[in-house]
């Protein structure tokens, strides 16, 4: 059984944990940050195999991220990786909380990975009976990836695709990125849901949020149904060599630099 919170807690009130937890199935769990700690309010993600856990990004920090994950962690003898979508402040923030972090360069994830071709290379990851594709995905940011998982056929898509301002900080890598994550799906590669890692946009087609606002009336859902990843590629192959500002109903591509 597979479920979503009916709506995320935006963690804007005194009441609210500084993390809200819950769980997507038995083996993967959907952590947010409380906007009220930060007003980026990043999801992190827990998957478990039967030999480890994959802990992805550790937030902004200052909230006491690793007792959520060690309580989650409880009574189970798995081994814990910690590694990022990508190496932005928001999802870097809790690594020394932990003790032992994947590095944040995409040399250092590329050598932890396995992947000996940078970015074209598709990687295996196997957590035990849990194998996740690791997908390259520079442009947001050098070091950013993509996670696969083939159990729940989850798309974990970082920052590079969520409900809100996509940034692009390099123009010909993101394109190329995308391109070539569509190109997987299409490849026999099934997606049920693609999950990102912040929510910006409200629940009115196209409209978002200010930026750094620390309250979330009325959101978008975090999951994104995959006709979404085939539209962002489309509109990116169409847009062409020069950055432009693209909105559309559930993202808006936001060229930076």
Do not use: C
Not at 117 to 133: A, C, H, K, M, Y
Not at 155 to 161: A, H, K
């Amino acid at each position: 059984m597979t479920s979503f919170p009916a709506h995320w807690d935006d963690g804007t009130t005194s009441t609210a944990p500084d993390h809200q937890v819950h769980w997507y199935d038995d083996r993967t769990a959907i952590i947010r940050q409380a906007l009220r700690t930060n007003f980026e309010g990043p999801f992190i993600y827990l998957l478990l195999g039967s030999e480890r856990a994959l802990l992805l990004d550790t937030g902004t920090g200052h909230t006491d991220l690793r007792s959520v994950v060690d309580e989650l962690l409880k009574g189970r003898d798995l081994e814990l990786v910690v590694a990022h979508t990508h190496g932005h402040g928001d999802h870097v923030g809790g690594d020394d909380q932990f003790d032992s972090v994947v590095g944040r360069t995409a040399e250092e994830v590329a050598e932890f990975f396995g992947i000996a071709s940078w970015p074209e290379q598709i990687v295996q990851f196997d957590l035990g009976d849990r194998v996740l594709d690791v997908i390259p995905l520079p442009g947001h940011h050098p070091s950013h990836l993509a996670f696969y998982d083939r159990a729940t056929r989850l798309l974990l898509t970082g920052d590079s695709l969520y409900p809100g301002r996509l940034y692009v900080f390099d123009w010909p890598a993101f394109r190329a990125s995308v391109a070539r994550l569509a190109g997987f799906v299409a490849d026999g590669n099934p997606v049920s849901l693609v999950l990102g890692t912040h929510i910006e946009m409200t629940d009115q087609p196209g409209v978002d949020y200010e930026m750094g606002a620390d309250r979330h009336p009325g959101e978008h859902e975090l999951q994104l149904d995959p006709a979404v990843l085939t539209e962002l590629a489309e509109v990116m192959a169409q847009a062409g060599d020069t950055p432009v500002r693209i909105e559309r109903d559930h993202f808006i591509v936001y060229p930076v630099g």
